[in-house]
Each structure stands twice: as structure tokens, then as C-alpha cells.
């Protein structure tokens, strides 16, 4: 896309959301309109496909903090009336007289006009070209393809120690009859005739050259002259294809993982976008997660807790024994130490056991009477603050 796509659309009317959209909002926004619109769930259909192409350009800005951030500070600009011109024919920002050199940091006032973190010049680089912007159009080349995302549900003892699972997707790839170019089997591309290869043309306006990408090639700088039987001068076709994943040790619920260069092939030969992996961990019945930390409840007896015990618990890749103190209170947490995830720098969590007193919900009449000799021996719990706020109130 140009930087007079910028200028000229809305990037936010595309994705249906409001200036003031956080990057959640965008994206799920993007999610759900992709899915409406992609080719293969209306197969035939040109304007779902000029939809999704929308769709996946307005993200492609939107989506990348830097990218939107010039894009409003570059709408705001030019929308705003910043460039007018007077009646001598002369670019003027808001009316004032101004040096074209000035505004691309060229001039000799000794400073850079700063926009967006960088000076204007870089902003305004792929738009102007010649007349104080100084500079010659680049040919754009082959454009990179779309960034692939899909979702992965692990389970939660692969999720801690890491695994390698196959990947089946069903996505654009290179067609291996010309091999991306596009082109049929014994021919090459060629030089576009309008661009003369260059990718981009250019028109003058008063002061300024405008640029914009070829419509002839598209700004690939070249052309197929004799497409491709297989995909027809794209360089890509469906199919399915398997990849092993490596998920690392430690991998999160949510986590992103990111394959370069595994996403959709780039049209005739341009460069692959990137396969994004959203992991989903299963919940496991015993064991939770805290961070690197293993969670683990272990229920035991009021004797138990009193009189204490060498309690034997489940780790994910065995068995630890803890020692319960005598006169332990239940919520107590016990730490096994290394016993948790281990990262693939080597540092290890632990793993947290709370012990939870279980009281019985019925006794035998031999339980009930041991205990009522236990409770006619045992000092009564101290409660004498509360007692004392009782009494008041008698």
C-alpha cells in the first residue's frame, strides 16, 4: 500500500470500529470480518474477496502500533488543511508562507521538523518525490504475503515440560509448478512497460511529485506475460500443508507463538507472511498454575493435622514426600522446591501443596465419643477478645 492510501482511506470505517478503539477491539474486529469474508467461505464471490483484501490492508496498518500512530498523525495533517496553496501557487501549512526544505528537514534553520518520532522527510518520503523532498522513487517489489493465525489447545503436563506437535493447515502456498514467480513453465516475468520496472509511477501536482505503486504491475516492476496454468500469474495455490511446532517449555494459556515466514506465500515470488500459533491450555484435574509455580490442594484429617504426618503427593513427573507439622492449621501451604515449571534456561518454579483439613460430616458412636474425650481435655480456643465484644452486647 502507498502513503497515499493513507491519505485517502479510512482505515477504521473498514474495520468497522471508532477512532478510539483499543487494539482489542481492532483485532477482534479484524478476526470476525475475515472470517466472514475469506475467499474460501465464498468461493466465486469477487466482493467478499475485495472485502477481505480491505479487511486484511486496514489491519495490516491498524494492527501495528507505529503504523497506526503516523497513519492518524498523517490523516490529521492532511485533513486538517495543513497544505493549502495561495494565490501565488505556493504550498503553505494553515496559510503561513513556509520552505518546502524546511518541512523535509533540508533547510538551514539547523533543526528537523520532528513528526511521529522521526522527521518529516521519513514520513513523507514515499509520498513526494522531487521538489524538496529530494529524493527517487524505490521500486516496491513483490508484495510480502498476509500473516496466517491459528489456535492450538495443549495439554497441560505438554504445556509445562514442551512438545513438538504436527500442524495441518489448509492456507495459500507456492505453487510448485512455477515456483512463485507466476510465470509459465519455461518463461520469466519482464519488465512492467509503464513503470519500466521501477514499481512505482509518478505524476507531478504544482510543487510535488506524487508517487504511487503501478497500476499496471502492481508495483511488482514486473509482468507475466504467460501465467502460470497451475495458479494463474499468482505464484499461489490452496493446499494443505503439515508443520512440526515446537511448543517450549513453560508455554502459557494465551501465549503467542510466532513461525517466520510460515504464513500465506508473497504474490509471485514476494516474501511469506508469518504463522501466528494462540495456545490454549487444557485445564489438568489435580495440578493449576501460578506463573512458574504448580498449584496442588491435598485434603487430610483433623488427626492428622494435629498430630502431623509424612504426606506423599503426586509431582508431574513422579512423587514428593512433605512433612506436615504437628498442630498444622488447615490452608497451610507446603513448598516442594524445583518441583514446578522448569524453563529452558534451566530455572525451575516449585511446586505449592495446600493442605485443607477435611471435617467429617458423620461420626461413629465410638469417633463421637473419642472425641468428646478429646474435646474435655484439650484447652478451649483462645476467644477471649471476642467473648469480651459478646458481653457487651448481653
Keep these: ?24 477491539e481492532i483485532k477482534k474486529s479484524y478476526r470476525k470480518l475475515a472470517r466472514e469474508s475469506h475467499p474460501d467461505h465464498n468461493p466465486g464471490d469477487p466482493k467478499a474477496e475485495e472485502r477481505f483484501k480491505a479487511v486484511s490492508e486496514a489491519y495490516a496498518v491498524l494492527g501495528d502500533e507505529k503504523k497506526r500512530r503516523e497513519y492518524d498523525e498523517m490523516r490529521s495533517l492532511f485533513g486538517s488543511g495543513a497544505f493549502r496553496r495561495n494565490a501565488r501557487g505556493a504550498g503553505q501549512p494553515g496559510g503561513m508562507p513556509f520552505d518546502v526544505s524546511d518541512l523535509f528537514g533540508g533547510a538551514g534553520g539547523g533543526g528537523e521538523a520532528r513528526f511521529g518520532g522521526g522527521g518529516l522527510g521519513d514520513l513523507f518520503s514515499s509520498i513526494f518525490t522531487g521538489g524538496g523532498a529530494g529524493g527517487a522513487a524505490r521500486p516496491r517489489g513483490p508484495a510480502r504475503g498476509r500473516d496466517v493465525e491459528t489456535e492450538v489447545a495443549l495439554d497441560f503436563p505438554d504445556a509445562v515440560r514442551g512438545v513438538t506437535l504436527p500442524l495441518t493447515l489448509r ?37 510535488f511529485s506524487f508517487s504511487e505503486p503501478c497500476r499496471n504491475c502492481q508495483g511488482v516492476g514486473t509482468v507475466v506475460e504467460e501465467k502460470c496454468p497451475e495458479c494463474h500469474g499468482t505464484g499461489g ?36 507472511g508469518d504463522l501466528f500459533v494462540h495456545v490454549k491450555v487444557r485445564p489438568d484435574e489435580l495440578f493449576g498454575r501460578t506463573g512458574d509455580d504448580l498449584t496442588l490442594t491435598v485434603p487430610i484429617t483433623f ?11 503426586p509431582t508431574l513427573d513422579g512423587t514428593v514426600t512433605l512433612r506436615v507439622p504437628p498442630g ?67
Design 237 to 272: 495455490v490452496t493446499k494443505t500443508r503439515t508443520l512440526n511446532v515446537r511448543f517450549p517449555a513453560g508455554v502459557a494459556d494465551g501465549q503467542r507463538i510466532r513461525l517466520a515466514g510460515r504464513g500465506e506465500p508473497g504474490e509471485r515470488g514476494g516474501p511469506a
Design 328 to 394: 498444622t492449621p488447615s490452608g497451610r501451604v507446603l513448598r516442594a522446591r524445583g518441583k514446578g515449571v522448569v524453563r529452558r534456561d534451566g530455572h525451575a518454579g516449585d511446586l505449592l501443596v495446600t493442605l485443607d483439613v477435611v471435617v467429617p460430616a458423620t461420626l461413629s458412636d465410638e469417633a463421637r465419643a473419642a472425641l468428646e474425650t478429646f474435646a474435655e481435655q484439650t484447652p478451649p480456643a483462645a476467644r477471649e477478645h471476642l467473648d469480651a465484644r459478646v458481653r457487651r452486647f448481653s
Design 1 to 24: 500500500m502507498s502513503s497515499k492510501d493513507w491519505i485517502e482511506k479510512d482505515y477504521y470505517a473498514a474495520l468497522g470500529v471508532q477512532k478510539s478503539a483499543s487494539s482489542d
Design 171 to 207: 492456507a495459500p502456498g507456492v505453487c510448485e509448478t512455477c515456483h512463485g514467480n507466476g510465470a509459465k513453465p519455461g518463461t520469466q516475468p519482464v519488465a512492467c512497460p509503464v513503470c519500466h520496472g521501477a514499481g512505482v509511477t509518478t505524476r507531478n501536482q504544482g510543487s
Design 303 to 313: 488427626a492428622e493435622a494435629v498430630l502431623g504426618i509424612d504426606l506423599r503427593v
